[in-house]
């Protein structure tokens, strides 16, 4: 897997990857704004049209762009043709905040990838991670920053953060809770693995150069 980036004196190049409302970006491009960030948004890609999430980076003056599966004859050459928009950009880091596709291979083989999750990992995988902790009735849930593998939600943990489940919590105020300690978390280390990169060591994520 690839650990980086190593080029502390420039900003690093990042692709947000979204799918519906955007808070998560939203909250990347306000922290973007400042310089010592060390990282800038170059460009915003979805897998639908109409979101929220991109109507956030067109306010921003940020380039975007869609690729939707359902105008591919198969997952690999949507896979094929996100790269490639992707790479046009040429990050250090793409940031899949609410993206709700599995990537592929040719996109997480070409560029780093880091996931915000809203659940402790590996509890709660996949497209309904806040719905599926309520009806199991743990107590305490939260979200997950961590780089992606070619799993569901498999790949290794950056950082973690626990927020309680409250008596009468439904999916959306329980989701609304852990949004807010998710967005802090998720621009906290994306901003320390551009300022500091990353090496990974099996499952092991340490942020900072070895
Ligand atoms: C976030 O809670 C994110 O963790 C979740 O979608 C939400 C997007 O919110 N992602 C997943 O569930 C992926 N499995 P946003 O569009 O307001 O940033």
New binding site residues.
Partial sequence: MPSGPHHPTEAARLVVL?????????ALLDAAAAPSFGAAIVAVGADRDGI??LARAERAGIPVFVERVGDHATRDEWDEALAGKIAAYKPDLVV?????KILGRRVLGSFPVV????ALLPSF??????RDALAYGVRVTG?TVHLVDAGV?TGPVIAQEAVAVRDGDDEDTL?ER??TV??RLLVEIVGRMAREGWTVSGRRVRLGRA
């Fill in positions: 979204v799918s519906g409302s955007g808070t998560n970006l939203q929220e999430g899949s905040a609410g993206f709700m996931n915000t999750h809203p995988p996949g497209a309904h991670a806040v979200c939600d989701h852990i949004k998710e967005r």
